[in-house]
């Protein structure tokens, strides 16, 4: 999904400079920063959602390995697990928001986009405008959903986590008393 968000975000800034590097101006500017954003904000998910994914896998694989020593330290992997676990659920709530972002300035960029097109005044070309937009638009809609089917495994994931970190600590509660008890 990365390089075709990339390509799609240069496509769309090629697409509003192509067929505006004719107007001068405060129209020019407002399109270009539209594109801008819309770019800026396909990039600051993608980053976060490559922090996330890494975190993870690290988080996981850390506990997984000190779990397999000859005499683990439970309470010791619990407390590192819990700790790399929030900064992951926060890194989760950074993505989300980015996310979020990508929605909010996606709908502002085609939106004006077609603001823009309503305002040719030929109407064949208008029309063919107004279709490029639409084409675009179509594509963009099935690579959101996409992400957003991959923002539903990420809170599946959360979750598992959440239950990971649990039977961590619960086994370090239980690894005290057994010691007691044996001893």
Known sequence: MRNYTRLLSIFALLLIVGTFAGCKGKMTKKAIKKGEVFSASIEDFEKNRQKFSTQVSDAI??????????????????????????????RYNKMKRDFDDVGKSSEAYFDHLNELAIGINREDLRKSELGKNKDLLVIWGKQYEEAAKSIQAVEQVLMEGNDFQRVLLLSSVRDKIQQILTT
Not at 76 to 87: A, G, H, L, Q, V
């Open 61 to 90: 694989g850390d506990a997984n390995e000190s779990l397999t020593e000859e005499k683990p330290n439970t309470e010791d992997i619990s407390r590192d697990f819990e700790k790399d676990w929030t900064n992951i659920q926060n």
